[in-house]
């Protein structure tokens, strides 16, 4: 546990080291940053086998000291942060083996991982961040090396403008978490965790500002991971290279907002009002970016919207309590969705084509990807056995027992259209009829995409009640009061939620592999509504109109009201000074005859008003 500050600072060296010799390692830059992020990923399993023997570790020390504030820095490990620790390394080392294929060809490959190294560093030192100012200040530089990846291809203006969405509507939600610890201060005198907890334990912070304080952490949360209505930034962002996607839009950054929620846990479930709006607000994003994800085209948007709903299941599980189970779900995400990332990259490699109209047949070009694929389909789909099918079984009963029925209801329909937009994809891109020519990608970027099926297929076993809730007991050892409920769910859910799965992959098959079901019935039948679902229920444009061209008008409105009436205003009074001015010069002219005939003037005034009132003033 002593040598935890190496895990993030050696993807730091990589990026120290890429960044003043790209001219000399140019393209050995792919091997320097994967030997430093394997080497990050092996010290985050030596910390992880370390917490199983040891337990909870901390240290801190002071940083700055005004007056009473004192403000530390330190690093801490206990169960939650652990495994993040692992996931975000695993993770980032396969990426970068993956990308050393993928990105071979680029001219900028080593700036590529150096931002990766960067990237790393910052999201490895958010985990692991003891207290509020340390976690928004690795939040803020996560934010910059999302839009410097994002924006990779800066020559492309679609990829320019999605880096400045992102950065800028992420920003939102930053305001919100910045208010959130300006506030726990105000009233905790603190900003360490463990102070904020106890001091909301023992009353010293009032429900409703418990509630405020809650609330306003979500919206941070609501920005970083993509949620209804701040999820319009991480589609665009997929103008990224595709192994970008995989590490920061599938895996690790977008996971952070459900992280920066679990970390906030006791303070979240002390407000029943807190704890509701993240309930709805999942289940509402779950839902409404899984009707999205049916009719997009591209393969990249696609996996960009299940990103969002998925998201929104694992917020789902927090609002209702289930602490483990969002948890449970956020680890097999990493893997099945970095792996279809991953695959999707593999087919862009292949194909050079990312639009899954114009794709077909590809299972028996590239058979390698395409089961790869199949697995991480199955996953996410939540087909029995496979990883997915355990950690949604796991939020639905939350919600179940929750007494949320209206919500249970929702992820149950997400579960199916999941299933559902999911083959569409893969029977569109890898069954049918052959159209163009595809080469299997090289090993590297293969193994990567096995060792992460792999973990797709697997990893659900690690909580199950079949053979052992192994990862719920772990979090129970966390430091922090965390309330654990036990989840007692009907035997019906996961019989439900399993043929509910079946039954969209069999209706993807009927209809994109089989045909016997027309594909293009909602296109066909119901031309408005796959309009509003194409065009992503017009979100994009609302926005449009009413904040970017909005504040185009107001700007125009308080421009002109500047120029013409307070600049008119201004030069009326101007004007008037001048005018005045100048009839003074006149009168002080400095000729004696002028003189003399005002004061001429003068006296025949003043006799002239005498004579009017009778001879003498009265």
């Not at 990923?41 to 504030?69: C, K």
């Not at 962002?237 to 690790?252: D, F, K, Q, R």
């Not at 970390?263 to 607000?281: C, K, N």
Request: charged residues 10%; aromatic residues 14%; proline residues 3%.
């Amino acid at each position: 546990m002593g040598y935890v500050w190496l895990i993030p600072v050696l993807p730091l060296l990589s990026f120290l080291i890429i960044l003043f010799t790209r001219p000399v390692i140019y393209k050995k830059a792919g091997i320097v940053g994967t030997l430093f992020s394997g080497a990050a990923f092996v010290g985050s399993l030596v910390v992880l086998f370390s917490h199983f023997q040891t337990g909870n570790y901390l240290i801190e020390g002071n940083w700055l000291s005004i007056d009473a504030l004192t403000l530390t820095v330190g690093l801490e490990v206990n169960p939650l942060n652990a495994l993040m620790l692992v996931i975000v390394t695993l993770v980032s080392f396969l990426v970068h083996m993956y990308s050393i294929g993928y990105m071979e060809d680029d001219e900028r490959i080593a700036t590529f991982f150096g931002y990766l190294g960067l990237f790393t560093f910052s999201m490895t030192a958010l985990v692991l961040s003891p207290n509020l100012l340390q976690i928004y200040f690795f939040w803020e530089l996560v934010g910059v090396c999302s839009f410097l990846l994002v924006g990779f291809y800066f020559y492309k203006p679609e990829a320019k403008a999605a880096a400045k969405k992102a950065f800028i509507v992420t920003r939102i939600g930053d305001v919100g978490l910045l208010v959130a610890i300006f506030l726990l201060y105000w009233q905790t005198g603190t900003l360490e965790l463990d102070g904020i907890f106890a001091a909301a334990a023992s009353g010293d912070i009032t429900p409703t500002m418990i509630t405020i304080t809650a609330i306003l952490i979500f919206i941070g949360a609501v920005g970083k991971s993509g949620q209804f209505p701040l999820h319009t930034w991480l589609p665009d962002a997929m103008e990224g290279p595709t192994p970008v996607s995989a590490l920061i839009h599938a895996a690790t950054m977008v996971a952070a907002g459900v992280y920066l929620v679990a970390v906030m846990f006791p303070l979240f479930i002390a407000s029943e009002v807190a704890m509701t709006t993240v309930a709805i607000t999942g289940g509402g994003t779950a839902i409404f970016a899984a009707t999205i994800a049916l009719v997009q085209n591209d393969i990249k948007r696609i996996l960009a919207y299940s990103t969002i709903s998925q998201l929104g299941y694992m917020m789902l599980a927090l609002g209702t309590a289930g602490y483990t189970a969002a948890i449970f779900h956020l680890t097999t995400h990493a893997f099945f969705k970095a792996l279809l990332f991953l695959a999707a990259g593999s087919v862009i490699h292949a194909a050079h084509e990312q639009n899954i109209l114009k794709l077909g047949g590809l299972g028996k070009k590239i058979k390698g990807t395409a089961l790869l694929f199949l697995l991480g389909s199955l996953a996410l789909s939540g087909f029995p056995l496979f990883s997915g099918f355990f950690s949604k079984d796991e939020i639905l009963a939350s919600a179940f027992t929750d007494e949320r029925y209206i919500l249970f209801g929702l992820a149950l329909l997400t579960a199916f259209l999941t299933a559902l937009y999911m083959f569409r994809l893969y029977f569109l891109v890898f069954a049918g009829e052959e159209k163009g020519e595809a080469k299997e990608s090289p090993r590297t970027m293969l193994i990567p995409m096995a060792v992460l099926a792999g973990l797709a297929v697997l990893s659900g076993f690690i909580q199950t009640h079949w053979f052992g809730t192994f990862l719920g007991d772990w979090l129970e050892t966390t430091p922090y009061p965390v309330v654990f409920r036990a989840i007692e769910a009907p035997f019906w859910i996961p019989i439900l939620a399993s043929a509910l799965s079946i039954g969209g992959i069999a209706l993807a098959w009927l209809m994109y592999a089989k045909q016997s079901v027309p594909r293009n019935w909602l296109y066909g039948s119901l031309k408005e509504i796959h309009q509003v679902l194409y065009r992503k229920y017009y979100i994009d444009e609302i926005y449009d109109a009413v904040f970017v061209r909005g504040l185009f008008v107001f700007s125009y409105f308080w421009s002109y009201f500047d120029r013409f009436i307070v600049e008119g205003a201004a030069a009326a009074v101007r004007g008037v000074v001048t005018q005045l001015s100048k009839t003074g010069v006149k009168v002080q002219s400095g000729q004696v005859q002028t003189y003399g005939a005002v004061a001429f003037s003068g006296l025949v005034i003043v006799l002239l008003v005498i004579a009017a009132l009778g001879g003498y003033f009265q």
